[in-house]
């Protein structure tokens, strides 16, 4: 399915796009001619996005236009004066994709409170402000379409990873609760279980402003042991818009990621079980 034209004229909001996933979704809603919002906590990197799919010949094809703004998704009145200005200026909010997010991990015996605080913060509530400032817009409007990245590890266990998986637990179970209920308005919603994806979070580790971890392993030769080669993002954000167009209520892509959820929908206990043994095997190749 081709999504070249599925979005003329939408008005986006994408969080975290100043690179990784939001970015590879700002290109590729711009190219599809949804004017985009570009919000990260990197305002520089935001505007440098924005200015970017401004010389881009696909997205300028379309006419659609594309802002870099500064949003700290942790600041609940921050993102509400976000969306309230992107109705302001384009009159509606037909899409909003909570894509910001942290990685953290480690091993939970030698994390402190401030670690699970910021891990929380953004990729839990940071969602939850996303849809506290949008959702009411889209009743209004009766009609919007709210994404939630949040990952493989929202689907199945990921250890040493257990604070990232938690709050990807609840990203989904946020995603899929309030989609029951926004279909009586109008309003869909979809949660993005994304693989290994080929982005800069791969590499990042935990936030460098935290206590340093030293059980956390490195995360992409760990990751591409246990689960196979990172996906690129551009290609992620092909499959996102093909589900978003499809209303599916979970996008779970690429293939190694179906694969995974799949087989632990099978046989939950048979994966916890052997879990421990795949997850030294996957430490051992890291460590190689």
């Known amino acids: 399915m081709t999504t070249a034209t599925l979005f003329p004229g939408q008005v986006a909001v994408v969080t975290g796009a100043a690179s990784g996933i939001g970015r590879a ?5 711009a190219r599809r001619g949804a004017t985009v919002v570009l919000a990260d906590i990197d305002e520089a990197g ?11 010949e696909l997205a300028a094809a379309t006419g659609a236009g594309a802002s870099g703004v ?8 921050a993102f509400s004066e976000l969306v309230g200005r992107a109705v302001t200026d384009h009159g509606r909010i037909d899409l909003l994709f909570n894509n910001a997010g942290v990685g953290m991990g480690g091993d939970v015996g030698d994390l402190s409170l401030v670690h699970w605080d910021r891990v929380i913060d953004v990729n839990l ?18 009609r919007g379409h709210i994404v939630n990245t949040a990952s493989l590890a929202g689907l199945l266990p990921a250890p040493l ?17 309030l989609r029951m209920e926004a279909a009586a308005h109008g309003v869909r919603v979809s949660v993005v279980c994304p693989g290994v994806i080929d982005t800069p979070l791969l590499d990042k580790g935990n936030p460098a402003d935290l206590p340093a971890v030293a059980s956390l392993p490195e995360g992409r030769r760990m990751l591409t042991r246990s689960i196979g080669q990172p996906y ?18 979970f996008i779970v892509t690429p ?25 030294r095997r996957a430490l051992r190749g890291a460590r190689r």
């Open 232 to 249: 690129p993002a551009a290609s992620l954000a092909d499959d996102v818009l093909v589900g978003v167009a499809r209303n599916r209520a």
């Open 70 to 77: 500064a949003l700290d998704v942790t600041d609940a009145a």
């Open 255 to 279: 293939r190694h990621a179906r694969t995974a959820w799949a087989a632990y929908r099978a046989a939950p206990e048979l994966f916890v079980r052997i879990g421990p043994a795949l997850l």
């Open 25 to 29: 979704l700002s290109t590729a809603l």
């Open 46 to 56: 935001a505007k440098a996005a924005a200015d970017q799919l401004a010389d881009d």
């Open 161 to 177: 990873l257990s604070p990232y998986a938690m709050t990807k637990h609840g990203v989904v179970g946020l995603s899929t609760s």
């Open 125 to 142: 509530r940071g969602v939850v402000h996303g849809v506290a400032a949008a959702y009411p817009v889209m009743i209004r409007q009766g």
